[in-house]
């Protein structure tokens, strides 16, 4: 066995190290364990065990998970970019925003810049990346895709595109409120103040994690004026429908690719790390969930063929001799009879009955 030979100083005494004695002492050094690109200088002792969290980036367990993973992420992305779409294209086709409420439209845009400048920075900048894995560990993903950046970036331009529509279109006498632009403007002072106090420390996934939460918290207000401005006109009329149920399928595929994720690696830190997602998913699910019920089954009922308003009309004149309150009560019955959506087949049989002189919709 080679033997390397150095002279000590004191005692002048010929001490011998081995080819084994180097390799023992490389292994309790964690630096030289580490990938090149995560090398650093020698550790004190006291830090020995960062080895043991921080190792070299985890790869997928299952080569099937993972395509299925890429697969639902961009599902997921091709919903809610198209969810985008039927909006604009209704604002065009009609040559107006009435309908839409501005408020939301103004907190969306706030929340769709956040998002998207959390996305980027998570996605592109290695010290945003470098320290992510020192506060979760080396052995977990970034959770952030590149669908998740694909996304951002249409979201942004779309909702964009819409902010303009808002401003060229007929939008009667809608305006933006006072508390809304307030909501607005103090995000975009947290975010400069936050800022401010990560700039010169450096701590710039605490910087981004801010803009996640800033999108996070306005994801829970957005919807709200727009459904309640759908409850007061008991319409839904300007808002696209479209735009929810691809809204809806993008937000459950979303959880369900964070959940492949999480069985894979066996851990629900992508969940915690990326808590923005999951909160920006879970609450879609219930707003979107009222649009379907406003939609399909408070307001929007089905158009009635214009020969049942000819012949509630018809029965209105000739009820209006008769006794006032007799006359209300037999025309709201009526009405009530053939408004509903599952008694056309009934309207279209009292419109091939010969009507004579005697006839009664009662007999």
């Known amino acids: 066995m080679k033997v390397m030979a150095s002279r000590e100083q004191t005692g002048g005494t010929l001490v011998g190290t081995t080819d084994c004695d180097t390799e023992e002492n490389s292994i309790h050094d964690p630096s030289t364990l580490l990938p090149p690109h995560l090398n650093r200088p020698p550790f004190p002792s006291h830090q ?13 367990h299952s080569t099937y998970l993972h395509v299925l993973y890429e697969a639902l992420g961009w599902l997921a992305f091709a919903a809610w970019s198209f969810s985008f779409h039927p909006q604009v294209i209704l604002n065009f086709k009609r040559k107006s925003v009435v309908g839409l ?15 998207f400048t959390y996305n980027i920075c998570m996605y592109f900048i290695p010290a945003v990346q470098r320290q992510y894995h020192e506060r979760y560990g080396y ?32 939008k009667g006498s809608q305006k933006v409120s006072m508390i809304t632009v307030g909501i607005s403007c103090g995000a975009w002072f947290a975010a400069g103040l936050c ?54 399928f993008g937000s459950s595929t979303n959880l369900v690719q964070m959940g492949v994720q999480s069985f894979d690696q066996g851990s629900y830190v992508n969940f915690i790390g990326n808590m923005g997602k999951l909160l920006f998913c879970a609450v879609v699910l219930v707003y979107d969930g009222i649009f379907v019920v406003q939609h399909f089954c408070l307001y929007n009922l089905p158009e009635q063929p214009n020969y049942v308003i000819t012949l509630l009309n018809e029965k209105q004149s000739k009820v209006a001799t008769t006794d006032e309150s007799d006359a209300n009560s037999q025309y709201n019955d009526v009405k009530q009879l053939f408004c509903g959506r599952y008694f056309v087949s009934i309207a279209e049989s009292v419109r091939s009955y010969p009507m004579g002189e005697g006839f009664d919709l009662y007999s």
């Open 139 to 170: 052995s977990e993903l970034i959770p952030v895709g590149p669908s998740d950046v694909a996304y951002s970036i249409h979201g942004v331009l779309f909702t964009s595109i819409t902010a303009y529509q808002a401003l060229v279109y007929e």
């Open 195 to 248: 800022t401010v106090i990560a700039w010169p420390k450096g701590q710039w996934i605490w910087l981004v994690s801010r803009f996640n939460t800033i999108q996070s918290a306005i994801t829970f207000i957005k919807y709200i004026p727009q459904a309640w401005m759908n409850h007061k006109r008991k319409s839904t009329d300007g808002y696209s429908i479209e735009n929810i149920i691809l809204d809806l």
């Open 101 to 115: 409420n501005f408020d939301y439209l103004l907190l969306n845009l706030t929340k769709q810049i956040s998002y």
């Open 48 to 60: 020995k065990h960062w080895l043991l969290l921080h190792q070299a980036p985890v790869e997928w």
